[in-house]
């Protein structure tokens, strides 16, 4: 009964606008950023490897490989700094945490989802 | 000051706030606190009021107990507590406290009463260091030395060691309060704050740095 009173204290917080991305989609996240009182976009783009959480607790996982640096950048699915999630592609995946990517190295780690996504469209 | 109410701890979720980051809260529900006795100096020595909170049935609460809410005009309340002024209090009898006594951004102290831990050992209870795990130390989680010998020959107060832990009053201060809503008798506070969802706690506003 309490949760169910915390979870309705939240609602508010809760976007209407996400779009149903599910783990293993690549998609560009834009994010608001404000540097000496200045706003601008910042966009990371990569493959979401894990969605927790629920209601307003709800976070999601985003990686990539930049500059052949694995980088991870968790977001909460609700924040009022993202203004737009793109789905880029869209992937069959076995699993609903995708960590093994972090063991591999290199283009091996973006090959694995093409083929993936190959199957996914078929 | 008698900025205090009876509380019940709702649980904990998150907000964003106005810079949009996320803030860890906790929901209390604060009152509505009927004032069911005042006592000043020349009555009863002391300087204090006594407040109610929660329902409890006609037929449940004990004769003294009706007649003493009676007196005051208010129903029976569930748990009752007492909160102390150095001047006389300014409410009477039968007036109810809520929670537009305080105000958003305001800090507060929550008192409560933490989770009981059962008896534990001296890592889990004072956060001791314990001994290694391997190359057959044979020393483990246990309490290591406790004392000198002849002298002083006995063990000094206050040492550390396994025993009891949790279940005891604790104070959590200069909470901000992150939001009030009035309707629901509700107040989210950023932070934790001792005891399970449920538990009874008292909230006042803080008495050291506002």
């Avoid at chain 2, 006795?37 to 009706?66: C, P």
């Amino acid at each position: 009964m309490n949760q169910d009173l915390i979870s309705e204290l939240t609602k508010d917080y809760i976007k209407a606008d996400t779009p149903p991305f599910k783990v293993g989609d690549g998609v560009k996240v834009h994010t608001r950023v404000v540097e000496g009182g200045k706003e601008r976009i910042q966009i990371f783009a990569g493959i979401v490897i894990s969605r927790r959480g629920s209601g307003v607790n709800e976070t999601f996982t985003v990686r990539r490989i930049s500059y052949g640096e694995g980088v991870e950048k968790v977001f909460p699915v609700n924040s009022p700094l993202i203004s737009k999630i793109e789905i880029e592609k869209e992937s069959k995946v076995m699993r609903a945490r995708m960590y093994y990517l972090r063991g591999l190295v290199g283009k091996k780690a973006m090959q694995v989802k093409e083929k993936r996504l190959a199957k996914g469209k078929h | 000051m008698n900025n205090t109410l009876i509380g019940k701890k709702l649980g904990m979720t998150q907000v964003f706030d106005s810079d949009n980051k996320v803030v860890p809260v906790t929901v209390v529900e604060a009152g509505p606190c009927p004032v069911l006795q005042v006592k000043t100096v020349e009555t009863d020595g002391y300087n204090a009021i006594q407040i109610g909170y929660g329902e409890k049935k006609q037929k449940r609460a004990s004769r003294a107990a009706q007649g003493h809410a009676k007196k005051a005009g208010v129903a029976p309340a569930r748990t009752i507590r007492e909160v102390r002024s150095a001047d006389a209090p300014e409410q009477k009898a039968g007036d109810v406290l809520d929670v537009t006594l305080f105000e958003e951004g305001q800090k507060i102290d929550i008192i409560g009463n933490t989770k009981g831990r059962g008896f534990q050992g001296v890592m889990k209870r004072f956060n001791t260091k314990g001994g290694p795990a391997s190359h057959g130390s044979m020393f483990h989680r246990r309490i290591g030395s406790i004392g000198l010998c002849q002298w002083p020959g006995h063990v000094f107060k206050n040492q550390k060691m396994p025993g009891h832990m949790g279940a005891k009053q604790r104070t959590v201060q200069n909470l901000k309060i992150v939001k009030i809503i009035p309707e629901k008798n509700l107040i989210l506070v950023k932070g934790g704050i001792p005891g399970a969802n449920g538990d009874t706690v008292l909230v006042r506003s803080a008495i050291k740095g506002q």
